[in-house]
């Protein structure tokens, strides 16, 4: 398995002064790219029910407000396209917005927040936004 850490310009640009060590880095990486792939597969299969796992609970009680799902319903390519729940979010949001990406790096935020980016000619594309609870990396899906 090679290790996580590519050189040390991806360790700089990950870390943005935040203290974390390269073992941390390393570990956080190798965590987060784990789930991503898991995450995939979950896509892949349209699995709702493994997906909703990985959500931090704030995430999943933004995303279930109906005055919420309506703000982002007005958002989508699909005029008329209404998000009744979590679910039509996953179907219609989540999974299509990432579809064919291929993320490479990591961002901390602070130690406990993590983006996860496709690192291109020194921009980054953010596919997803992790926040660690309790020892375990989630995903968070900002609000609007």
């Known amino acids: 398995q090679q290790p996580a850490v590519q050189n040390d310009d991806e ?6 002064d935040i203290e974390v060590t390269k073992e941390t880095f390393a570990e956080d990486k190798t965590e987060i790219m784990k789930i991503i792939a898991e995450l995939a597969s ?3 299969d349209g699995d709702y029910n493994s997906w909703i796992k990985y959500i931090d609970s704030e995430s999943v009680k933004y995303w279930s407000n109906p005055q919420n799902l309506g703000k982002a319903s007005k958002m989508l390519p699909v005029k ?4 009744n729940n ?8 989540f999974v299509p917005s990432r579809r064919g990406r291929q993320v490479d790096e990591i961002r901390y935020i602070s130690k406990e927040s993590v983006k996860a980016v496709q690192f291109s000619d020194s921009t980054d ?20």
């Open 42 to 44: 979950i896509m892949t």
């Open 86 to 93: 979590l679910h039509d979010y996953f179907t219609y949001v």
């Open 80 to 83: 008329g396209l209404r998000m």
């Open 11 to 16: 360790y700089h640009r990950s870390v943005n």
């Open 125 to 144: 594309i953010v596919y997803y936004y992790f926040t660690k609870i309790d020892g375990v990396w989630l995903v968070h899906i900002p609000a609007l």
